[in-house]
């Protein structure tokens, strides 16, 4: 017999666990998950969770593990959905590319909230082909916590940093 209070209570903790991730991702920063977009971070690591948990612990069903990670695949089509089509939740739940070296300096003050050194991002610069920082118009950590360089176009216009944080075109 089912037992639905267990399975509520099973809808209850993965709704739970996952906001609470949310937050903990909001709060540590980007860097927390390094090449995953946060969302693909959360579901990859409980899924693993659920499963491992699924399979070697009696006391987790598998229908009890497979429920969890149907709510919490359900929690991020939902996320992600609301992020597309709201400009504020996007901005609630999403964090920003941030720029962290623009036109010859190191903005320490960015760099320091984000966690990056400026060995990190001088071996970015030398990663995408830059001999001189001189060259380098931009260094930005992107929200999967990747840095792009950029170098000066022709005539110098930084069209790809609008929207960027701390950039002010």
Not at 38 to 57: E, K
Not at 142 to 147: D, I, K, R, S, V
Request: aromatic content about 10%.
């Amino acid at each position: 017999m089912i037992d639905w209070n267990e399975k509520l209570e099973i809808v209850v903790s993965a709704i739970s666990i996952y906001a609470t991730i949310v937050i903990f991702v909001r709060l540590y920063g980007k860097r927390t998950t390094a090449q995953m977009n946060n969302f693909d971070w959360i579901v990859t690591v409980a899924f693993g969770s659920l499963a491992s948990s699924g399979i070697l612990m009696s006391t987790v069903s598998i229908l009890d593990a497979v429920l969890a990670m149907f709510v919490l695949l359900t929690l991020q089509y939902c996320l992600t959905f609301l992020a597309f089509r709201s400009a504020r939740f996007a901005d609630l739940v999403k964090s920003e590319p941030r720029i962290l070296f623009y036109d010859g300096q190191f903005l320490r003050r960015q760099m320091k909230k984000e966690r990056v050194t400026e060995a990190e991002i001088l071996s970015a610069i030398r990663q995408h082909g830059f001999v001189r920082v001189e060259d380098v118009q931009a260094v930005v950590l992107e929200n999967e916590a990747q840095l792009s360089v950029l170098g000066y176009s022709e005539d110098r216009a930084p069209s790809t940093l609008e929207g960027v944080e701390q950039v002010k075109i």
